[in-house]
């Protein structure tokens, strides 16, 4: 999908030969095994990798993901995506993804900190706070984050807190950051729906995942007066036509570790809750779930692109000729979380904390300004709201390797 989209927007951009080259390969893509203990007494050999995808314009940035479906081709396409954030928001960063094939929900708290270590032990020539910064991803959060400060820390000598973003507020992490991925995602869906001229308190919202972006994008949109009619896990999917209380959700699923048997809702089929009525769609869990089967169903007006990837190309080209749904890309929606870990970065060189409600404005100025970019691109280019924040990234990194120049 991402060398698709990417074959696109270079035709589009009429790159040459060795622009596109330059910009489509990843620098680097780094594999490694780690024998790890389980609580069994047992050994179990985990597969893992980091991609940098490039480093132009500054070190590698990009989340660490732990899931069972993790391979090679995976984390490569999520290091490209990364890479366009980071130059569609205009951060001094490439772009990289790791991910370790693993099943985070099945393996104990000591299991996954000697996983975590391990990994960090192997990729330790290739990371670094000027080199390669991870953060929080699926399946993993700020305590996979302080492991890997506290394994990196331990080689150097001293605390290296810029080694990682979405760390622990006691590791320096930053005030926002756990919250800043959702926080965005709805903030740019309310900003969507202004520019289509609708309304956003007594709008209604249906979200795939309640997990770190799900959650926190519900609770934005709810604080706005959005009512959050639907919302599925990896369990399954409930539904309350008034409006979910999400505050009542979020004790439910912390004592029962899912969405499904929340009182006040009613269950509803996973694959048809995409396909309810509803202002804001935001599909928050999984890539490939907007497909090309689907998306003539969908009966959303804005489609929040809160997980990377949720769309296939057929589900693209549907969407193209409808027209009536205003997509915001996930370079785009999902950004709040790079934006606020680069934030955390630049935080933890100036050895200073700044508040939540700093980091929160910081972000809205910035994603405010990234979606007034790409909105007028599109307009003035004619070409979706993906093509046009796709084409102003990979434009801002083409330059950049153009301007740095070819090594003899
Ligand atoms: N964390 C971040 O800052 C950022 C994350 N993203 C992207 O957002 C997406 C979600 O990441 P994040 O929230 O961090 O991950 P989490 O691991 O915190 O949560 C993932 C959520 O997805 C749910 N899920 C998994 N499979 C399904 C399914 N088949 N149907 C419905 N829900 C499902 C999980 O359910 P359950 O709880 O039952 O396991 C969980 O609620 C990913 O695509 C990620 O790359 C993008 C930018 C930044
Ligand atoms: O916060 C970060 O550095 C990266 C977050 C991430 O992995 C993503 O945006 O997909």
């Not at 507020?169 to 903030?187: D, I, N, W």
């Not at 309304?199 to 795939?208: F, K, T």
């Not at 089967?293 to 549907?318: F, M």
């Amino acid at each position: 999908m991402a060398a698709a989209q990417f074959d696109r927007v270079a035709d589009f951009l009429n790159l040459n030969d060795e622009l596109r080259e330059r910009c489509k390969w990843p620098k680097r893509l780094i594999s490694v095994t780690m024998p790890v203990k389980l609580d069994s007494g047992e050994v179990k050999v985990f597969f893992g990798h980091r991609v940098q995808h490039h480093l132009t314009r500054g070190p590698v940035k990009g989340g660490l993901r732990y899931h069972p479906a993790v391979d090679l081709g995976e984390v490569a396409a999520l290091a490209m995506w990364m890479n366009w954030k980071c130059a569609l928001m205009d951060l001094p960063y490439g772009g990289g993804k790791g991910g370790i094939t693993c099943d985070p929900r099945s393996m104990s708290i000591g299991e996954l900190e000697r996983l975590t270590r391990r990994f960090t032990m192997e990729i330790l020539p290739f990371i670094g706070p000027e080199i390669d910064v991870m953060a929080p991803d699926m399946g993993t959060n700020e305590q996979t984050m302080a492991w890997i400060t506290d394994t990196y820390s331990t080689h150097a000598g001293y605390l290296v807190p810029s080694i990682v973003t979405g760390k622990p507020l006691g590791l320096q992490g930053s005030a926002g950051r756990a919250q800043a991925t959702g926080h965005g995602v709805a903030f740019l869906a309310s900003s969507a729906l202004h520019k289509n001229n609708l309304p956003v308190e007594g709008a209604s919202a249906v979200i795939q995942g309640f997990g770190n972006v799900g959650s926190h994008t519900a609770y934005t949109l709810a604080s706005y007066g959005v009512k959050i009619r639907g919302i599925s896990d990896v369990q399954g999917a409930i539904w309350h036509d008034r409006g979910l209380d999400v505050h009542a959700l979020r004790e439910h699923v912390a004592k029962t570790g899912t969405v499904v048997g929340f009182a006040n809702a009613e269950p509803i089929d996973p694959d048809q809750l995409l396909c309810q009525p509803c202002d804001v769609l935001a599909p928050c869990a999984l890539d490939r779930v907007i497909t090309g089967d689907n998306a003539g169903k969908l009966q959303c007006k804005i489609l929040a692109e809160g997980a990377n990837g949720p769309t296939t190309p057929e589900a693209d080209a549907v969407l193209d000729q409808r027209g009536d749904i205003h997509v915001i890309p996930d370079i785009l929606c999902n950004a709040g979380g790079v934006t606020v870990s680069y934030f955390e970065w630049v935080q933890n060189f100036q050895h200073f904390q700044w508040t939540e409600r700093e980091v929160l404005s910081k972000l809205e100025t910035m994603l405010q300004r990234s979606f007034e970019k790409v909105t007028s691109f599109a307009a003035r280019q004619g070409v979706s709201q993906r093509v046009a924040a796709q084409s102003i990234a990979i434009k801002t990194v083409a330059d950049a390797k153009a301007q740095r120049g070819m090594f003899p």
